[in-house]
Nanobody, 126 residues
Framework: QVTLVESGGGLVQAGDSLRLSCAVS????????MGWFRQAPGKEREFVAAISWSGLPRYYADSVKGRFSISRDNAKSTVVLQMMSLKPEDTAVYFCAGDPKHRAASIGDVGYYGYWGQGTQVTVSS
């Protein structure tokens, strides 16, 4: 059973930075493609960023390019989402996701991932 646990969410002001972490257990982390998604109230879950099992390539939604950075530490079975220059529209529950498949064309799809964390709330005030 693969378990994903997010941490690092909180309440920040616009322009601040925040670092989310996702700890993975119960599987071979280095074999998983890892992704971050977010879901705002009343909206569908959307892709934020993803990273291949080796650390490259990395993928980003247009809305976060240049502000967010995804990285992974296979020795520690963790994936990190570093968020900078946060905006009120970044407010959402952020979810960590993983899957052993690697199809670049589908890496931004919610349905692609078989493993999900419980989410962590990020609130950005203006």
């Amino acid at each position: 059973q693969v378990t994903l646990v997010e941490s690092g969410g909180g309440l920040v002001q616009a322009g601040d930075s925040l670092r989310l972490s996702c700890a993975v257990s119960g599987g071979t982390f280095s074999a998983l493609v890892m992704g971050w998604f977010r879901q705002a109230p009343g909206k569908e879950r959307e892709f934020v960023a993803a990273i291949s099992w080796s650390g490259l390539p990395r993928y980003y939604a247009d809305s976060v390019k240049g502000r967010f950075s995804i990285s992974r530490d296979n020795a520690k079975s963790t994936v990190v989402l570093q968020m900078m220059s946060l905006k009120p529209e970044d407010t959402a529950v952020y979810f960590c996701a993983g899957d052993p498949k690697h199809r670049a064309a589908s890496i931004g799809d919610v349905g692609y991932y078989g493993y999900w964390g419980q989410g962590t709330q990020v609130t950005v005030s203006s």
